[in-house]
């Protein structure tokens, strides 16, 4: 075992595949380039400011967070376009916001006609905000439906402390598909609700410059349509089982592993030291039913990880296992950003050999 070996870790670890993760960068880059889009990547995936940078230098135009604290500390660490991708509405959020939107271009999300009126009642005293429509393209979650787009953008109109440039939508129930030509329907579905709310924004005077769409399932095909301008990938900087199991990415795209030890044997099953507390109970969010157990085992098709508890991964053996006490394994897990979310940092590597540990920046900022 060499020196820098990522066997030479303690355990439970998280490692991250630099020659898998630039390759997956690049691609999603290549992608908007190629369709002279924007790419507007969400870092909730792995919240760290070193590889917002490899993005930006990629040719990302900014970022995508869902949290305010997120933001603030990616406007700090010096990224100047960040959309934050959620309705804010509290007293408490708007006076962090008036703050951040001095130090950065920020955009937020506008999901109601009450919200829109507590952020122009807010921004009162300031620099007018830039806000997005957040429109419902079939998650159902937040957003507004394109048939209420008219009357709220009738209503901004009236509120001036509110700049309205972009539409965008989150299609997550892509992550419920089961087969390609499903992720195909719901992209074209998802850059439909967009042009469509696009074109009545226009109709009631505004220019909306962002048509702003894409999931790791759809954004590929999203970027094709005629009219969408962003794409805004999250996961796929690092894919996970979830993405393979919806048949997006195989298991050599998958950046994120976690390091594990066999930590006791027994007739039946081996334990490892990932339960909950590093692999997740996540088998996939939004309908997914796409994946089998807790991750899945490199090298070794034979081991199934079947249940956890929070410090232990107890796993079923189908056949004769070459597995024994202290020996150690790499997961891939079911939902990398989860996961991401569990460690203090990443052990980097090339080939097994660890070339550097970066924080994970943004984890728990949850505010
Ligand atoms: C608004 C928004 N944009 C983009 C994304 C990225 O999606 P994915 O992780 O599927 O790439 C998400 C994910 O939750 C999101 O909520």
Redesign the pocket.
């Known amino acids: 075992m060499t020196i820098n070996s990522i066997n030479t870790l303690d355990t439970p670890s998280l490692l991250l595949d630099m020659a898998v993760l630039e390759k997956n960068l690049d691609e999603i880059s290549q992608i908007a380039k190629y369709n002279q889009i924007n790419w507007r990547p969400?870092i909730?995936?792995h919240k760290s400011i070193k590889i917002t940078k490899m993005q930006l230098e990629r040719g990302a135009c900014g970022i995508?967070v869902?949290k305010l604290e997120e933001a603030e500390m990616m406007a700090k660490a010096g990224v100047r376009d960040i959309l934050i991708?959620y309705p804010l509405s509290s007293p408490q959020k708007l006076e962090r916001l008036i703050s951040l939107a001095k130090q950065a271009e920020i955009t937020i999300?506008i999901d109601s006609i009450a919200q829109a009126k507590l952020v122009n009642q807010a921004f009162s005293n300031t620099s007018p905000l830039t806000v997005w429509i957040?429109v419902n393209s079939g998650l159902n979650r937040c957003g507004v439906e394109v048939e209420e787009v008219k009357e709220l953008a009738t209503e901004m109109k009236q509120l001036p402390n509110l700049h309205l440039n972009g539409i965008?939508t989150?299609a997550?129930h892509?992550?419920a598909a089961t087969s390609l030509e499903q992720i195909k329907d719901i992209a074209h579905s998802e850059a439909k609700v967009v042009l469509e709310s696009a074109k009545i924004c226009e109709q009631a005077g505004f220019t909306i410059l962002h048509r702003s769409i894409?999931?790791?399932?759809t954004?590929k095909y999203g970027a094709e349509i005629n009219g969408i301008t962003e794409i805004?990938?999250?996961?796929?900087a690092f894919y996970d089982m979830c993405q393979v199991g919806l048949g997006v990415a195989t298991p050599s795209q998958c950046a994120l592993t976690i390091l594990a030890s066999i930590v006791s044997v027994k007739k039946d099953r081996l334990i490892l030291d990932t339960g909950s507390k590093a692999l997740s109970l996540d088998q996939g969010a939004h309908g997914n039913k796409n994946v089998i157990g807790f991750g899945k085992v490199l090298n070794h098709p034979e081991i199934t990880i079947a249940r956890l508890s929070e410090e232990h991964a107890i796993a079923t053996v189908s056949e004769e296992t070459t597995l024994s006490l202290t020996d150690k394994v790499q997961i891939i897990p079911n939902h990398a950003?989860v996961v991401a979310n569990l460690f203090d940092e990443y052990h980097l590597h090339r080939n097994g050999t660890i070339i550097d540990t970066w924080s994970v920046d943004a984890r728990g900022k949850m505010k």
């Open positions: 969400h909730k995936t995508t869902a991708a999300a957040k965008f989150h997550g892509s992550y894409g999931s790791t399932p954004f805004r990938p999250g996961n796929a950003c």
